[in-house]
């Protein structure tokens, strides 16, 4: 079955402790993407990549980091989580840049205190 | 500055009615659309898509509309059914990312 899929999907971390949300796909997909989703503000991009070893910013990249090493895994890395990055963060895969359509994960609840 | 606007975040439909979602944006380098239907504790799942090159796409009960010179794109779901009461989420694509809109939630009412 052709799925993209995030671990864990719910975390509860303290202020400072470094954490990472596994995203893996499954249909050979070129493109990778992270949004985070919060109330009144929708989805934004966090970072992409468009290629393995290619990444790029999105609209809110403070705070994360993200690697490509294999075409199939798109980490997020959180070095230092704060209060502020508490959201709902989907990962999604699609064959080429933007222009297809996407295929998100379930997403990754994630809250830090 | 926000690039995508979906200006009404809710909308309430008697099912068999027609549902009209709408879309503004602002950056002229968009040129392709598309829509995602998101349901609670679930990921956003692709509807439809235009490229600017068109004006109207239609996959069974969804179409969807593109007005250039607007900067403005609207998704017709006729007839509307409860299943399809929904958070949708327009998007707009430059060369590399994926805009969105803040969604809106649509309430289909039996």
């Known amino acids: 079955e052709a799925q993209v899929t995030q671990n864990p999907r719910y975390l509860i971390t303290v202020t400072g402790k470094k954490l990472t949300v596994t995203c893996s796909q499954n249909?050979?997909?070129?493109?990778m993407s992270w949004y985070r989703q919060d109330p009144g503000l929708g989805l934004r991009q966090i970072y992409y990549s468009m290629n393995v070893e290619v990444t790029d910013k999105g609209d809110v990249p403070e705070g994360y980091k993200v690697s490509r090493k294999e075409k199939r895994n798109f980490p997020l890395i959180l070095e230092s989580p704060s209060p502020n990055q508490t959201s709902l963060y989907f990962c999604?895969?699609?064959?080429?840049?933007?222009?297809?359509?996407?295929?998100f994960g379930p997403g990754t609840r994630l809250t830090v205190l | 500055d926000q690039q995508v606007k979906q200006n009404s975040p809710s909308l309430s439909v008697q099912e068999g009615r027609i549902s009209i979602l709408n879309c503004d944006y602002t950056n002229s380098m968009f040129d392709y659309f598309l829509w995602y239907k998101k349901y609670p504790a679930e990921g956003p799942t692709f509807l439809i898509s235009?490229?600017?090159?068109?004006d109207k796409n239609e996959d069974g009960r969804f179409t969807v509309f593109l007005n250039k010179s607007a900067k403005h794109l609207s998704l017709h779901i006729v007839p509307s059914q409860p299943g399809d009461s929904a958070v949708y989420f327009c998007?707009?694509?430059?060369?590399?990312?994926?805009?969105f809109g803040k969604g809106t939630m649509l309430l289909v009412s039996p």
């Open positions: 999604a895969s699609s064959y080429n840049r933007g222009r297809n359509e996407q295929f």
């Open positions: 235009i490229s600017s090159i068109k």
């Open positions: 998007a707009a694509s430059g060369y590399s990312t994926l805009t």
């Open positions: 249909m050979n997909h070129e493109y």
